[in-house]
């Protein structure tokens, strides 16, 4: 601890005498300075203690000595050591009263005790002071290194709050708490996760300190990586400001979970290039050789029913990069396997992610881009991870195994395609195979044949001279049924048979061809669904 008042006093060689002050002499002296001025609180910082002789002083004064010492009070000043047998032979009784009043630590400094010892006693204390708290931290970072490697994150947390003597969390890139120490921290932690996702908005590397809960504690936030994104977040909360030990403790614990967060750019590489490799190999039906070069790097992801995502941006990266984080996060959190394979760059950026079906990582995905959609519906531009959800399109496939990968991919596309036609920001696979086709008719090319196609029957009927249009849609909707298309229509089924020949003449098409019959109901469909 550093020195104190109290310290000074008991110090052998010193002999110093208390005048004033007796029940503050606890506090910490941060060094001692020795002035003569009349009014030296301009050159104070606060914590000194002062030494002086009084030889510019009217010491025998008491107003002035009133005035003298609360200004020194003030200023933070914790002492005031007289040195006797100088200027005056005896501390003045204005001095000492004034004190008395003010409640500061008075010190008689004998004749024999020069103020240089005093200073070296005091600057001693401190450099002992430091010594010890840098050799507590060293220890401190050799501990929390040893749990780290033992026992992971979980491990090096527990050492830090013990080294701290409070609390510490992590927060996952998502702001969720991912592990807490000791176990009762987990609901303080959760209360302060709107600071930790501003925090996570600076630059890197930010930190910040708020107040808990009803001042439960002194909370500090530091962001953990090494991009410009944050991947985490430590909290360490305590009941007081951190000691140079603790500091060191902290700084520590920083160091060692951004590497144990932070993959290395050469890892992080060398493992996408496997992703790339392995999810090449799927989609050319090869999960026998994919197996092989992933390794156990996915688990058994690619031994179970698995979901293909695919997302692009309009707008480069930071959305997929937004996206990568919700499912690598959520992924994280529930124990699962997932490959994340970003393709192309800047406008054309892509993004692939092979994930369990039914598991965190699919819903999550699906939640953060419900959150875009919700948000677009209500007109609100500022989106989450501040985004614009326009800038992001994404597609889900159906369920799928290892040797129909190529399909889960290309209906993830298909979605994909949807969800841009429909203005969409999510669309699953499975919702396009279980609605109408009429709203993917809604495209300009396909509305562009249908008006081609049908624009002769059309330019017929604006003569007057006939209702081809109508008679070829009444007929198509019953199948080809003379007599049920006529009575729909309220004519003789001759005229009904007179009017389809004019649509094959005027077509040159024939409508015995099912393929004419299947075009000319999709054109029929597209014109009436404007």
């Known amino acids: 601890m550093p020195p104190t008042l109290s310290s000074l006093v008991h110090h052998s060689a010193l002999k110093l005498t208390v005048r004033a002050g007796e029940d503050h002499l606890d506090v910490p002296v941060r060094w001692a300075h020795a002035s003569e001025l009349t009014d030296p609180v301009p050159y104070m910082e606060g914590g000194e203690l002062l030494l002086i002789t009084a030889l510019k002083l009217d010491a025998e004064n ?25 200027n005056y032979e005896d501390i003045p009784e204005a001095l000492v009263d004034a004190a008395v009043e003010e409640d500061l630590p008075l010190l008689e400094v004998p004749r024999r005790t020069p103020f240089l010892a005093i200073s070296k006693a005091v600057s001693a204390a401190i450099a002992a002071d430091q010594y010890r708290a840098v050799t507590a931290g060293f ?6 290194t040893k749990q780290a490697l033992t026992d992971g994150p979980e491990g090096l947390l527990a050492a830090l709050a013990s080294q701290v003597d409070g609390w510490a969390a992590l927060y996952d890139a998502s702001g969720a708490v991912v592990a807490t120490a000791p176990d009762w921290a987990g609901r303080r932690a959760a209360r302060i996760t ?20 009803e001042n439960e504690d002194r909370v500090e936030l530091h962001t953990l990586g090494t991009g410009r994104r944050p991947r985490a977040a430590l909290a360490v909360g305590t009941a007081a400001a951190l000691g140079t030990a603790e500091r060191y403790a902290v700084h520590s614990a920083i160091a060692l979970l951004t590497l144990t967060t932070e993959r290395s750019r ?68 529930g124990g699962e396997a997932v ?23 699919v819903s999550a995905c699906a939640e953060y881009t419900a959150a875009l959609e919700a948000a677009r519906a209500g007109g609100v531009p500022e989106q989450p991870g501040g985004l614009d959800e326009a800038e992001l399109v994404v597609g889900l496939s159906a ?30 696979h499975e919702q396009v195979a279980a609605g109408s086709v009429l ?92």
Do not use: C
């Open 194 to 213: 709107a600071d930790v996702e501003r925090l996570r908005e600076r630059a890197a590397p930010a930190s910040s300190v708020v107040g808990g809960p």
């Open 439 to 530: 709203p993917l008719l809604a495209d300009d090319a396909v509305k562009a044949f249908a008006d081609g196609m049908l624009r002769a029957l059309h330019e017929h009927d604006a003569t007057g001279r006939g209702d081809l249009v109508a008679s070829l849609r009444a007929w198509l909707s019953r199948h080809g049924q003379w007599d049920a298309a006529a009575a729909d229509l309220g004519v003789h089924r001759h005229t009904l048979r007179y009017r389809m020949r004019r649509v094959e003449e005027i077509l040159g098409r024939s409508l015995d061809d099912a393929d004419v019959r299947m075009e000319l109901w999709l054109a029929l469909k597209a014109t009436s669904a404007e």
């Open 266 to 333: 050469s890892l992080q590489a060398a493992e996408q290039r496997v992703g790339t490799a392995v999810l090449r190999m799927l989609l050319a039906g090869e999960p026998d050789h994919a197996r092989t070069v992933a390794g156990n790097l996915y688990g058994d992801l690619l031994d179970t029913p698995f979901r293909v995502i695919v997302a692009v941006s309009d707008a480069g990266g930071d959305p997929l990069g937004a996206l990568t984080e919700v499912v690598e996060s959520a992924a994280a959190r």
């Open 399 to 428: 369920p799928a195994g290892p040797i129909a990968a190529a399909s889960a991919y290309k209906q993830a596309e298909q979605a994909l395609s949807v969800a841009r036609r429909r203005g969409r920001v999510f669309v699953e």
């Open 139 to 144: 220890a401190a970072q050799r501990e929390l």
């Open 339 to 361: 490959l994340v394979v970003p393709e192309g760059e800047s406008e054309t950026a892509r993004l692939v992610v092979l994930a369990a079906d039914g598991g965190a990582a």
């Open 62 to 86: 008491p107003e002035a000595m009133r005035r003298y010492v609360r200004r020194l009070v003030g200023a933070g000043v914790v002492g005031l050591g007289f040195a006797v047998g100088v």
